[in-house]
């Protein structure tokens, strides 16, 4: 098969807040509906958080994500990556439970602990519909990110054996050893899903030498026994998307990562954002990896053996 760009839209994220845009999805019909229309617009795999439905705030119940599961699962075939990232202010076993009980074919994982600063967004932001919002992002100040060696351990016990593979999440190039750990050690089998991450504070920049680096860590790390992804926050969001799709690599965007479509205009959808990226891919002479070739790059169990 030639080689095809596989585009990942994350819907909704734990990050960004209600007040921030009032197109991020929040209820379980919104978070459905801005994936079934990513899907549409050519990402082939959709990266998945969930909400409360009132507040907005993170929510990492089992229950909460059923709702728009079943409806993405009925009407679309695009691959399902369901988050244990969740919020850094969870516990891993709290971040884990969504993806242990429905099974996805694809599910994200930290790999490493990280500070994880939020806080530079209160000088952009002043006014907040919830309480929880500028406490969550006041609260960075003094937040690690924990995914130990211990928590990443019990990620991989508890989801190994039902088949799902990962999206790791490298947010700097210790990241990428400690996937390389767990990998000699048996407890991840190739090819990697490595999806490196730029331009959150407290991880590594969005400046092009650094992704470069990351690119060539991975390498030598990895070999040709990985697929390599990148996501870059906000404004970087495209420029890195473009340049990693220059090298070969895989993108992700959408309102997880960047809640622009350019500058001073806020994307109203995440569909919007896939076709900007599509846009690019297509203009550097590059083809869209359908869901199914993606299941092909990523060596995935199959849309019929989820859990919804």
């Known amino acids: 098969m030639p080689s095809k760009v596989i585009i990942s839209c994350a819907i909704t994220g734990s990050i960004h807040t209600p007040s921030m845009s009032p197109y ?23 990266h998945l958080h969930a909400r409360d439905p009132e507040t907005g705030k993170p929510d990492q119940s089992p229950e909460a994500f059923e709702p728009f599961l079943k409806v993405i699962k009925q009407s679309s075939d695009v691959v399902v990556n369901l988050t244990t990232g969740g919020s850094p202010y969870m516990s891993v076993e709290e971040r884990v439970r969504p993806a242990a009980v429905w099974k996805p074919e694809v599910a994200s994982l930290n790999m490493g602990s990280m500070n994880f600063g939020l806080f530079p967004m209160l000088k952009r932001y002043k006014e907040f519909k919830h309480e929880w919002e500028p406490a969550m992002l006041e609260g960075s100040h003094d ?21 799902t ?37 407290g991880g590594i ?55 622009w479509l350019g500058a001073g205009q806020l994307a109203t959808t995440n569909a919007e954002q896939v076709t900007r990226v599509r846009q690019i891919l297509e203009g550097l002479g590059l083809e869209i990896a359908t869901p199914d070739e993606a299941r092909r790059i990523l060596d995935l169990k199959g849309g019929d053996k989820v859990g919804f």
Request: aromatic residues 10%.
């Open 24 to 46: 991020l999805p929040v209820t379980a019909a919104e978070i459905a509906d801005s994936a079934l229309g990513a899907a549409e617009a050519g990402a082939a795999i959709v």
């Open 143 to 163: 937040l690690v990110f924990r995914n130990s060696f211990k928590d990443i351990r019990y990620a991989l016990d508890t989801l190994n054996e039902t088949g």
């Open 165 to 201: 593979r990962y999206e790791f999440e490298c947010y700097d190039t210790s990241h990428l050893h400690n996937l390389h750990y767990f990998w000699m050690e048996g407890l991840v089998k190739a090819p990697l899903f490595i999806q490196t991450c730029f331009g959150l504070l």
């Open 205 to 259: 920049g969005a400046h092009p030498e650094e992704v470069l680096h990351m690119k060539r860590t991975a390498d030598r790390l990895f070999g040709d026994q990985y697929r390599w992804s990148v996501l870059a926050a906000g404004k970087n969001q495209m420029p890195v998307a473009a340049q990693a799709a220059a090298m070969g690599g895989h993108v992700r965007v959408g309102l997880e990562d960047s809640l």
